[in-house]
């Protein structure tokens, strides 16, 4: 049963002001192989609030009215930083994650890693006529290098007047994998100098594998069957020298690079384990996963333990997301079926992390029925009509096409 809203949704973005121009501090950063430089604020909808200089006239107002209820979307937009979020005297109702509806549970602060959004139920008080209550959302960071450790705050301005939740998780596993994730260092190039620990470059992987971007598309070069020199099948199921993840670190910090995709056939029912370690020092990483929604089944600090730690999943009513954290120290376990063909990207949503390579792809071979096979590129076609686009051209173009198609239906289902 849906509750009858007083509105059908507010948006509330949460994201980060720079006096600079982001893409020229990314630039410096891969340039010397350091951090980036850190944002000047962070944001309501695009204003600072009144916690920082000069912006006590940008604060973001959100009015309502007492004793309605709200449907507020939410999404972290920030680049590097985890936020959490929270109403002052206001419990949230959680409804929604990553565009899907969840079981409902009631929290007075949230967390959003970069580009994880939720939507909750805000049940306004019956009577507080003409008053104020504080938003506000501030940093979770534990690990090396600066952040800007404020609080963005907003106003809720009250006006003057006055079995039920079924999960389909795969029971059956056919592919158990298990993935660390992870700072770690790369040689710095030749007569250059570099910002790295002891003069190397930062760098992040998956299963110790640096991401290198290929000069080809993925998706094209394995649809025209011409993946030789683009990409190696072979992406590791699990790290190849295991050590304790979360404590001692090893000497060696080095990562390997590669353009390297992991390759299941469609329908397979997967189980992974995301590990964070301490390499470079603990740190949390929100991973998100395109084409797919996931169960998120279990999570833990310390190393995840394969023998005691699934005896505590949950396979009845677990959240269904397409974005998690990874814990600072941690592990998470997910669980979701390959039924969507097509080459798919893994990265951190932390966006130094994925310039420093901490993503991968999957490759998910066509089922045997005509409706799970992979549709052809738009450009195949189109080419005969625009004859001066490229190919990647194209290959951008009709990606945007289903991006819209996706936001569209997810839409409609949120209206009706």
Known sequence: MFVKLHRLRTFMSAGEWFNTDPEAIIAQATQTGGGPNMSDAYTFNGLPGPLYNCSAKDTFKLKVKPGKTYLLRLINAALNDELFFSIANHTLTVVEADAIYTKPFDTETLILAPGQTTNVLLKTKPKFPGA????SARPYVIGQG???NSTVAGILEYDLASPQFPANVPQKIDK?????V???TSPCEKNKTCQGPNGTRFAASINNVSFVQPSVALLQSHYSDQSNGVYSPY?????LHWFNYTGTPPNNTFVSNGTKLMVLPFNTSVELVLQDTSILGVESHPLHLHGFNFFVVGQG???YDPNKDPKNFNLVDPIERNTVRVLTGGWVALRFLTDNPGVWFMHCHLEVHTSWGLKMAWLVVDGKLPNQKLLPPIFQSAKLSFPCFTSLQFFFFYFSIQFYRIRIEIASLTVD
Not at 132 to 135: E, W
Not at 235 to 239: D, R
């Open 132 to 135: 104020n209550f504080v938003m």
């Open 146 to 148: 600066t952040f800007d």
């Open 176 to 180: 158990h994998l298990f993935f660390t």
């Open 182 to 184: 992870g700072l770690g």
């Open 235 to 239: 992406f590791p199921i699990s790290p």
């Open 301 to 303: 600090f310390g190393d």
